[in-house]
């Protein structure tokens, strides 16, 4: 008797704290959708400074630089032109001999969402 009163305990003490895990995710979320259009503003304005230094620098370091930090600022933000910039920063990679951020690119098609085909399309570079 006295272990189905322990798992009883146990069971309603567990559900207690998933409810409250569960009420502080849904707060987080909520706070996140209010504050959504601040979010893009700022990704934005990220992307816009990355931008802007490749009209100040024209190297080509610098481009494949700023490349992959677009890759890294679009990547949630807006897939397609994540993998813009990993194309680019290939054929720059490849055009200027440089390995290292040709397989940064090749690394970054692989997690893509049509896993087989980005490959493919990569490893024809």
């Known amino acids: 008797m006295q272990r189905i009163i322990i ?3 146990l069971i309603c003490s567990c559900s207690h704290l998933s409810a409250t ?14 504050n959504i259009s601040q979010i893009y503003k700022q990704k934005e304005a990220s992307i816009n400074t990355y931008k802007g230094i490749m009209d100040k620098d024209k190297s080509t370091a610098t481009f494949l630089s700023v490349y992959d930090k677009l890759f ?6 807006q897939f397609d032109s994540a993998m813009v910039y990993v194309d680019k920063s ?3 990679a490849d055009k200027t001999a440089n390995q ?7 690394i970054h098609c692989l997690p ?8 493919c399309l990569c490893s024809m570079r």
Do not use: C, G, P, Q
């Open 21 to 34: 895990r569960n009420e502080k995710l849904s707060f987080t979320l909520d706070s996140l959708l209010d």
């Open 90 to 92: 290939i054929e720059l």
């Open 112 to 119: 893509s969402v049509d896993f087989m085909e980005r490959l």
């Open 100 to 106: 290292f951020y040709h397989d940064k690119s090749r």
């Open 72 to 77: 890294n600022e679009y990547y949630v933000y």
């Open 7 to 9: 798992t009883f305990i």
